[in-house]
């Protein structure tokens, strides 16, 4: 049955949509947004039926041109990586809907090149959470870097250079996986990730490994952006052009967090990082501080970008603590908050995108209640993801810390606790002030045409925003059936 | 210890490239000279793997009749360097990516020094 090649599906199809409308973009630029879009769809569509698939299935093994791991490369597609890849490609697919009148107003003629990349950066990320080898890993990884340098790239005037210290910071976490990886070869003489999981334990030398965790640890770490490497994050995604940091903010720093339970929980064990070895406890309190730092410096911010890229900092610092903890509860709220942050964070960058287009605005002094009269659908998205990102139930926020917070309790860590719920207070504080400013306060800076009104952004790009926030509140309210129906099937053997 | 030393002497020598590239990239304020010392870092990984699959008394790994039975200790191993014909790829256009930058960098402020560069951001 051809369904079996779905592994391969995704990430083909998008490198293919990105190899043909390229040039058929120089021949005929309006062509481009519709391959791009198509390409895109079929990644959504076998991202969606791959989930329904694996759920009904189990765990799908593809061998790529038949080759037996661990000699050939092989993808395994599990309820966990069909899970991350479905919100990849979901993200990607609405937000290619959204990105074609926003890009027209933001950066014309540069449109056929961007939808290239973001192509080829969404085939990046599809690749690294299907493949099931290490250095196929690094390979899709480095895709999509490369192209998400690019999308910075193409922003306002500073943007170059923001990409330039991304690429920087980028390829030095890049470096330190492969060192690691190389480290790791020469100890097991595999590159499988199974394959590798069934040879570690078997191990009587364990330095050579455990060097070789760290430095693969410290290059994901980078590329996920967690405390004290998250550095390259603010700028990057405050210069990016809005479309390009809606890309960029809700995927490519979960992907990086997906690889990384992979590596600490699937290739290594649960008992080797978490008690053996204290890998897991370190995580979890640089996570700890990450998430109070990047709140409280969300809180310091003017620009409504910059806002939400520290906030970007302290809510991977969730998905780290829910790593760190390594019991069960945590691995729910992790995977549960790589999916509900993804979708927070689509809606308020699509929303900044929103208002971009309509007032070219992004400092957060100039809004006012003209702004909620004139975007009163966007003014509600925002409403709903600020507080999902607060944590108000039954928005889906709510839940993924709630796990959280039951995991530290169950760890009788009582620090993280009072972490969370100190953060979700200054999440309180840098999004109620812009609520106020849409719905409280009587003050005007933006003038309009004519009293009250309405003049909302084009449909394409309001639905995918309305979408997003009303998945936020979906997700929330049916959060019980995702927690027992997928995340519950992806919880690593032996982590009690 | 001079055994250690001698048998060790090329990774010694990759560390060494290592850290000269990440202080390269870290510390100096020229942003080209951040871009060879990224380059070097990478050149002393992919020297790394290339050095790590090398044996003494071993041949190219091409099935050789001569040397009777198959015996792997007869042959390096070919994984490694194949590994790093894509890490030389990856290497080339994150190069290639980075030099565009710089290109546009410049045009736009004149200069590839970073503390001018910073200062005429903000």
Known sequence: MIFQHFPIVIPISLLLGAM?????????????????????????????????????????????????PPIGIEYVVDPLSAFVVLIVNGIGFFVMIYSHRSLAKEIPGKEVPFHAVVLLFLAGLSGMVVTGDLFNLYVFLEIASLSAYALVSVGEKRAPVAAFRYLLLGTIGASFYLLGLGFLYLDTGSLNMLDNAKIIPLLEERGLIIISLTLMLVGIGLKMAMFPMHLWLPDAYSYAPSVGSAYLAPIATKVSAYVMIRILFTVFHTEFVSEYYNFTDVIAWLSAVGILWGSIMAIAQSDYKRMLAYSSVSQIG??????GLANPLGFIGAVLHILNHALMKATLFLVNGNIFYRFGITSIPMFDENLRKKLPYTSAAFTIAALSMIGIPPTAGFFSKW????????????????????????NLIYFFRIIEKLYITRKSNLTLDEETKMNEVPISM?????????????????????????????IPDGMI | MTDYFIG??????????????????????NY?????????????????????????????????????????????????????????VVSVATTGVALALLIVIYKRFNTLDENEILEKMK
């Open chain 2, 8 to 29: 060790h002497a090329a990774y010694y020598f990759i560390i060494t490239l290592l850290l000269i590239g990440l202080w390269g990239m870290l510390f100096k304020k």
């Open chain 1, 462 to 490: 309001l639905v995918p925003t309305l979408l997003f926030a009303i998945l936020v509140i979906g997700f929330g309210v049916f959060n019980a059936y995702i927690v027992d129906y997928i995340i519950k099937l992806a």
């Open chain 1, 403 to 426: 796990y959280l917070v039951l995991a530290s309790v169950d760890k009788n860590n009582w620090i993280f606790v009072v972490v969370i719920g100190l953060s979700s207070l200054l």
């Open chain 1, 318 to 323: 969730y998905i780290g603590l829910g790593i």
């Open chain 1, 20 to 68: 043909i409308s390229a040039p058929v973009g120089i021949w005929k630029r309006k062509l481009t947004y519709p391959i791009a879009l198509f390409a895109s769809f079929v990644a959504f569509f076998f991202s969606s039926a791959g989930l329904i698939y694996v759920l009904n299935t189990g765990t799908h093994h593809y061998y790529l041109g038949n080759w037996i």
């Open chain 2, 32 to 88: 080209l000279k951040k871009l060879i010392g990224m380059n070097i870092l990478q050149s002393s990984i992919i020297l790394f793997y290339v050095v790590s699959a090398s044996k003494y008394n071993a041949t190219v790994p091409v099935l050789d009749p001569k040397l009777g039975e198959i015996n792997p200790s007869q042959y390096i191993n070919p994984l490694p360097h194949t590994l790093m014909l894509t890490a030389i």
